[in-house]
RNA sequence: GCCCACGUAGCUCAGGCGGUAGAGCACUCCCUUGGUAAGGGAGAGGUCACUGGUUCGAGUCCAGUCGUGGGCACCA
């Protein structure tokens, strides 16, 4: 007798050891059609797995999420059966199950075609219609490593030899196809279809540089086609707010052939760029910090002194003068900032000191890892150096952590989390200096009651650091603000303050930055606003247009007062339909259009639009001054109707 | 850096088997002075990424270089 207890609490008896397939049949016919695998007192197993005793069963289906991996793991089997079929030289590595679908890794001589993926979901397809039953079947470990090398599949054999020893090992056989595979899978091959390869890559065996590189597929798989196409629609949406192709359309900045990875900011751009900065400069002056700017090319002695040159060479950029001295770029702001710190001596009464600087930074990055203004070879960083006692240390971590969250509000993000990172194995400092260190970040967060993830093992061998992940509008995450306690800069360069009993004493040293790289920032923004920059933001606040030439006067007077009241504005006083100009300008996603004709000239108004369409009126300009003043303080994360 | 793909006007893109380039938008000029997302006409604009090769002849074929895209690796 095998008694069965199901989620809604009630339970079926059996007679005999029945299977998830079983119990489904027994409970209705579309469940049993719709069952995929089971979950037996929490653990996942084939619909066919024989219950053997008494358990709680969980029958899974395309809409857990369980099933949906499933879906996907089963998808990634089907697609290298059909690899098989199409290719059979090729050996089938791994393939896993990840966000929004799959991939499998192949290795083989050829590379795949493009054209290839299409035939390649053809036979998937085909495989789908023959509906064929998959099976599991287990084996002893040296049986299946024979196997798989009569197979020729040397990758797999060697993928056995990795399996813990207290591991089964188990097979999955679907027709004339045998991968090795912990499952559980769905029970047969029609159960799937909804599926599309995506794109084809090279990735290394094992993700190791130095391995052969194998040729990875992947695909994406759902459990009907609706939810397919409704997946593809939000790849298409999120690629019309890239901010490569935004920054084109809204001419915010670009790139250029003989400049790899490195930015020509445009005037609209560079507005924006603009702001950012402005907008730190307020924020730190008022959290009291001086700002000072320090060389981007100095000796390669100092980069010796300060570490770099020994360990990060192949990133930085060197120059050599006449006089055959060598120089670095600089790739960080630190170096520059202690030697400013080292000028004349510091007393334990100056401490602490927050020193920023707006430093743009050059590294060598590899060339494939360019991309747009998200990872470039010369960007800007809101760099900030905290100067301070080890019994001041707390108390800056935290209003670091209060500044960076604030800022971040106002510029929209109100999901923000912290990842916290201790010591790793190769690290300097004793332990007694590491848990200090770490206390204070730590204690920093707690007394702020905030929430964060532990990244053991992940600080910099100097400190442990804190880092802040933002999550935009549409859920991505991006790592921006950093805190780091170094105990490495200070020791190298030898910086000191004089302690009250007249000795002397190592200050701590704080790095930190919030937006991180600004050309980044403003990347991830356009993005976020998907273009739509707030009012505080926009490159152009407001374009002023007429509907005739009668007008002309009229819009000067207009965008001479508005610029007088400290906002960015354009005239538009061109011989075109009014009509024409709107779009045009809508476009270009500025936020106010000013429309004037004989009316507004007469009554002294303009009529105002907003970048949604909304027509809110005609005003006149002091209404209009203070509502567009309000816009800008508030900041946020504001609609286009200035509603948040 | 590695794998695959791509590089034609400011932008988006056409250019079957090799015969020295084409559209739309944008731009300039003319007509039009029109009230909330494209009025009409004319014109100008390209060393087809670069270098070399094959060929009587190369955007078109081949090789290399540079750059871009998607991944992988990297990201102090």
């Not at 301070?388 to 109100?414: A, H, P, W």
């Not at 010591?423 to 905030?450: C, H, Q, S, V, Y």
């Not at 504005?569 to 996603?589: F, Q, S």
């Not at 936020?591 to 004037?596: E, M, S």
Request: include cysteine.
């Amino acid at each position: 007798m095998v008694q069965i207890t199901l989620p809604d609490g009630s339970s079926k008896a059996f007679a005999q050891p029945v299977s998830v397939a079983e119990v489904a049949a027994s409970i209705g016919p579309g469940l049993a059609k719709a069952t995929l695998a089971g979950a037996v007192d929490g653990r996942l197993v084939d619909a066919s797995h024989r219950i053997e005793q008494d358990a709680s069963l969980r029958i899974i289906t395309a809409r857990d999420e369980e099933g949906l991996d499933l879906i996907r793991h089963s998808t990634a089997h089907l697609m290298a059966q059909a690899v098989k079929r199409l290719f059979p030289e090729t050996q089938v590595t791994i393939g896993p199950v990840i966000e929004n679908g799959f991939y499998y890794d192949f290795a083989r001589k050829e590379p795949f075609r493009p054209e290839d993926l299409e035939s390649i979901e053809r036979e998937m397809a085909r495989i789908v219609d023959e509906d064929l039953p998959v099976s599991r079947q287990v084996m002893d470990r040296d049986e299946a490593v024979a196997f798989f090398q009569g197979q020729g599949e040397e990758y797999k054999a060697r993928i056995i030899a990795d399996i813990p020893a207290e591991e089964t090992i188990s097979l999955y056989r679907q027709g004339d196809f045998i991968d090795l595979c912990r499952g559980p899978h769905i029970p047969s091959t029609g159960k799937l279809g909804a599926f599309k390869l995506t794109k084809l890559a090279g990735a290394y065996w094992r993700g190791d540089a130095r391995n052969e590189m194998l040729q990875r597929i992947y695909g994406t798989a759902w459990p009907d086609k609706k939810q397919l196409k409704a997946f593809l629609k939000r790849l298409e949406e999120a690629e019309k707010r890239d901010h490569r192709r935004l920054g084109k359309q809204l001419d915010l900045f670009r790139f250029q052939d003989d400049a790899p990875g490195a930015v020509f900011w445009l005037p609209r751009g560079w507005t924006l760029f603009r702001q950012l900065i402005e907008y730190m400069r307020e924020r730190q002056d008022e959290a009291g910090y001086v700002e000072v700017n320090t060389p981007d090319v100095m000796d390669r002695s100092l980069w010796e002194t300060s570490g770099h040159w020994q360990n990060y060479h192949e990133h930085m950029f060197t120059t050599q003068t006449e006089d055959e001295r060598v120089f670095a770029l600089k790739p960080m702001n630190c170096p520059g900032s202690v030697s400013v710190y080292k000028h004349g001596l510091k007393s334990y009464r100056d401490l602490p000191i927050r020193m920023a600087e707006f430093g743009k930074v050059h590294r060598y990055e590899p060339s494939g890892a360019l991309h747009g203004l998200m990872r470039v070879r010369h960007f800007t960083q809101d760099d900030a150096h905290i100067y301070c006692t080890e019994e001041q240390m707390e108390e800056e971590c935290r209003k670091v952590i209060e500044l960076n969250l604030s800022v971040y509000r106002d510029f929209g993000f109100e999901d923000v989390r912290l990842k916290f990172a201790d010591r790793p194995d190769n690290r300097i400092g004793d332990d007694a200096t590491w848990d200090k260190l770490e206390g204070a970040l730590k204690g920093a967060i707690d007394a702020m009651g905030l929430e964060y993830t532990h990244n053991p093992g992940e600080g910099a061998f100097y400190g442990p650091k804190i880092e802040f992940v933002l999550r935009d509008a549409i859920g991505r995450d991006w790592q921006c603000g950093t805190l780091q306690v170094d105990l490495n800069l200070p020791e190298r360069f030898d910086a000191t303050y004089r302690t009250a009993d007249g000795g002397e004493a190592r200050p701590v040293m704080l790095h930190r930055a919030l937006f991180g790289s600004l050309e980044r920032f403003a990347g991830i923004l356009i993005e976020h606003y998907s273009g739509n920059l707030p009012l505080w933001l926009a490159p152009v606040q407001v374009v002023v247009m007429n509907i005739t030439d009668a007008q002309a006067d009229w819009v000067g007077e207009v965008v001479s007062d508005l610029r007088r009241r400290g906002f960015r504005v354009e005239a538009d006083l061109r011989n075109e339909k009014i009509g024409y100009k709107i779009r045009g300008r809508t476009l270009e996603k500025i936020p106010y259009l000013l429309i004037v004709g004989d009316r507004e000239v007469e009554q002294r108004q303009v009529a105002v639009r907003l970048r949604d369409g909304t027509d809110i009126g005609a005003m006149d300009l002091d209404a209009l001054g203070e509502r567009l003043s309000g816009e800008v303080a508030r900041r946020g994360p504001i609609g286009d109707n200035g509603q948040r």
